[in-house]
Every structure is written in structure tokens, then in C-alpha cells.
């Protein structure tokens, strides 16, 4: 049985088609190699750590529930970058 750390790289390796449909299929850490990219995103509108992981769990939470309405599975990073810049901003505007 692989331990933790061969599961994230073997994680890391795979195309966003494989962690959609991992995820899809009720892998909730399928695609969590996406999440410092997410938090730097949401940093840059925040510039506090804190509130930039908050946003980044509340646009992984958000991509969660709308995974069905994904159209092209190659396009999740973009996708995901997206609904972050977004929680970003309305968190930014509270």
C-alpha cells in the first residue's frame, strides 16, 4: 500500500481529465495539487495567508458542487482559477 507521499506524487502526475473524473467518482483529494496555486491566486487579491486559504477551500468547495456543469475536464485549472479570482474578490469586498 502506497504511503501519503507516493499517493500526492502520484496525484500530482495525472491530467486534469483523470482528477475530474477521479473526483466525479468521489475522490475529494484528487485534485488537491492545485490548491497552492489557488492560494497564491487568492493571495494576490488579498495579500493575507490566512484569507487566501479560506479562499482557496471556499472555490474548491464551490468547484465541488458544480463539477457536473464542467464542460471540458482539460480546462478544470483555469476553470478552478476562476471561481477562486472570484471568492477572492468578494472576500476582498467585505
Not at 484528487?30 to 490548491?35: I, P, R
Request: aromatic residues 6%; glycine residues 4%.
Amino acid at each position: 500500500m502506497p504511503g501519503a507521499l507516493e499517493k500526492e506524487k502520484s496525484v500530482a502526475q495525472k491530467p486534469d481529465t483523470v482528477l475530474v473524473k477521479a473526483a466525479i467518482n468521489g475522490d475529494a483529494d484528487s485534485f488537491t495539487d492545485h490548491y497552492p496555486a489557488m492560494v497564491a491566486i487568492a493571495h494576490s487579491s488579498l495579500g493575507d495567508r490566512h484569507l487566501a486559504e479560506d479562499a482557496a477551500q471556499q472555490a474548491f468547495a464551490k468547484a465541488a458542487l458544480k463539477l457536473p456543469q464542467l464542460k471540458k475536464e482539460s480546462r478544470f485549472a483555469g476553470w478552478l482559477a476562476v471561481i477562486c479570482s472570484d471568492d477572492s474578490s468578494q472576500i476582498a469586498r467585505r
